[in-house]
Structure formats: structure tokens, C-alpha cells
């Protein structure tokens, strides 16, 4: 007869099973976020996080996968300019990837992805679906460490090739910045600034120097473009050229 775990004893044998493998891959977990990473090149990491919840009955385990690179210099211009959005990586220095998206988008199959673990499941089973977790570990991961070139990271960010965040748009200016192509990356953060601003309900009403509050941008425009998307890169591109022309 299968053992039924609990609720915490399967989570519990997912993590121990994941990161044993992981630890023989190289990755160092961070005891803090729960996020394992591996150094690629002098302040550059591949990340991986697993997003793990039970369905509404309680008898299944989903883990979402997600990677991730993490671009150092990107990292530290970053936070002190988006200092609202910091997720601290005690071990690693930085606070958030630069670019990440779901493992499947990285795989042959390029659709979402995730991992289900009965709680009736045999251990054989449940070895064998960890067997293909890593394995799509290890697939994308050389994808990842491409990102360590910096040209081919910024393609990537550009053409959204890895990524379903709001950062990627605000953070490949902020690569260009770091390549030494300041002008660029000026011209870069203001297209991306147009592209995201919404219409205002007043077509007629001057659009305010700036923002008091994420409401005041909310209350000004319509909703065909998310206005507080919009405050966020409004936030970002009066900061990155404040500070850095």
C-alpha cells in the first residue's frame, strides 16, 4: 500500500530531493528567499525558484519553475534608482534577477510549465518526475549562461525573449547604460516611456510634472494601458535621467 504524505511532508521531500540535485549541478541556495543560484562569470547568476502551492482539495503539490539571470552592475543601478521594488538576496548582494520566466518558455515545448506531486504517489514516481524537473533545469540552464554576453542579453530583454515582468523594459536601458552606450540608453528609456502612457480622460488637461501617488496617475488617464504601470516607468525615467546626464 502507497504511503499518503502530508501536506508538509511532500513539500518537505520535494525541497530535500530538489536541492540534493541541485547542490551536485553547483547551485547554492539562498536560506532566506529560498532561491538556489550559480555563479556564471564575475557578478553574473542564474537563478531558479520554485513557486510550490496545493490545489483546493489539497491533494496535489503544483511547482512553477522559474529562472532567472542576474546581471550585478544591472543590479546595483537598479536598486538605487527603484529602490520601492527591493527583494533582498542576503547572500547573493542584489535584489532581484534582471530578467526571468517561467522554465517552460526555455524549452522546446516554449509554453507554461508546471509540476504536479500526488501526495499518493510511489517513490518512484515521485523520483522519476524530479528526474524531469532537473533535467529541464539543465536544458535551460545553458540557455541562461548565454546571458553572461551582454549583447545578447540586451536582444533578449529588448525582444522579450525571456521575461514576462515589468522590469525587462526598465532594465534594458539600464544595460545599455552599463555597455558604455549612455545616449542609448537615454533614448531607449524614453521610447519605452511613450509606448507605455496611457490616453488621458481629458484630452484637453496638461499632464501633471508629476506624480503625487500611484492614485493621482490612476485617477488622470484611461484604461486602455495600465496607469500604474505607467507611474513605474515614469518613476524610473525621471530618476535615470536626473541622476545619471
Same mark, same amino acid.
Given at each position: 500500500?502507497?504511503?499518503?504524505?502530508?501536506?508538509?511532508?511532500?513539500?518537505?521531500?520535494?525541497? $530535500?530531493?530538489?536541492?540534493?540535485?541541485?547542490?551536485?549541478?553547483?547551485?547554492?541556495?539562498?536560506?532566506?528567499?529560498?532561491?538556489?543560484?550559480?555563479?556564471?562569470?564575475?557578478?553574473?547568476?542564474?537563478?531558479?525558484?520554485?513557486?510550490?502551492?496545493?490545489?483546493?482539495?489539497?491533494?496535489?503539490?503544483?511547482?512553477?519553475?522559474?529562472?532567472?539571470?542576474?546581471?550585478?552592475?544591472?543590479?546595483?543601478?537598479?536598486?538605487?534608482?527603484?529602490?520601492?521594488?527591493?527583494?533582498? =538576496?542576503?547572500?547573493?548582494?542584489?535584489?532581484?534577477?534582471?530578467?526571468?520566466?517561467?522554465?517552460?518558455?526555455?524549452?522546446?515545448?516554449?509554453?507554461?510549465?508546471?509540476?504536479?506531486?500526488?501526495?499518493?504517489?510511489?517513490?518512484?514516481?515521485?523520483? =522519476?518526475?524530479?528526474?524531469?524537473?532537473?533535467?529541464?533545469?539543465?536544458?535551460?540552464?545553458?540557455?541562461?549562461?548565454?546571458?553572461?554576453?551582454?549583447?545578447?542579453?540586451?536582444?533578449?530583454?529588448?525582444?522579450?525573449?525571456?521575461?514576462?515582468?515589468?522590469?525587462? *523594459?526598465?532594465?534594458?536601458?539600464?544595460?545599455?547604460?552599463?555597455?558604455?552606450?549612455?545616449?542609448?540608453?537615454?533614448?531607449?528609456?524614453?521610447?519605452?516611456?511613450?509606448?507605455?502612457?496611457?490616453?488621458?480622460?481629458?484630452?484637453?488637461?496638461?499632464?501633471?510634472?508629476?506624480?503625487?501617488?500611484?492614485?493621482?496617475?490612476?485617477?488622470?488617464?484611461?484604461?486602455?494601458?495600465?496607469?500604474?504601470?505607467?507611474?513605474?516607468? *515614469?518613476?524610473?525615467?525621471?530618476?535615470?535621467?536626473? $541622476?545619471?546626464?
Amino acid at each position: 500500500m502507497l504511503k499518503k504524505y502530508s501536506n508538509k511532508e511532500i513539500k518537505r521531500k520535494f525541497y $530535500d530531493s530538489i536541492a540534493q540535485r541541485l547542490l551536485l549541478l553547483g547551485y547554492t541556495k539562498d536560506k532566506k528567499t529560498s532561491v538556489f543560484y550559480k555563479r556564471f562569470a564575475v557578478e553574473k547568476y542564474g537563478t531558479i525558484y520554485f513557486d510550490c502551492h496545493f490545489n483546493k482539495t489539497g491533494t496535489h503539490l503544483h511547482v512553477n519553475p522559474t529562472v532567472g539571470f542576474l546581471h550585478g552592475k544591472v543590479e546595483e543601478l537598479w536598486h538605487k534608482l527603484m529602490p520601492e521594488y527591493r527583494i533582498d =538576496f542576503p547572500m547573493l548582494r542584489y535584489d532581484t534577477t534582471t530578467v526571468q520566466t517561467n522554465i517552460g518558455y526555455l524549452t522546446a515545448r516554449n509554453t507554461y510549465l508546471n509540476w504536479r506531486f500526488s501526495r499518493s504517489m510511489g517513490h518512484l514516481s515521485f523520483e =522519476f518526475k524530479i528526474l524531469t524537473l532537473i533535467l529541464s533545469v539543465m536544458q535551460t540552464g545553458f540557455q541562461i549562461r548565454r546571458y553572461c554576453n551582454d549583447g545578447m542579453l540586451l536582444k533578449a530583454m529588448k525582444n522579450h525573449k525571456i521575461g514576462l515582468q515589468i522590469t525587462n *523594459r526598465l532594465k534594458a536601458p539600464l544595460l545599455l547604460y552599463v555597455m558604455g552606450h549612455e545616449k542609448e540608453a537615454f533614448d531607449l528609456a524614453s521610447h519605452y516611456l511613450a509606448l507605455q502612457r496611457p490616453t488621458p480622460k481629458n484630452l484637453d488637461a496638461q499632464e501633471p510634472e508629476f506624480y503625487n501617488s500611484q492614485q493621482e496617475a490612476w485617477n488622470f488617464f484611461k484604461r486602455d494601458k495600465d496607469p500604474i504601470t505607467y507611474y513605474n516607468y *515614469r518613476l524610473f525615467h525621471t530618476r535615470f535621467l536626473k $541622476d545619471n546626464r
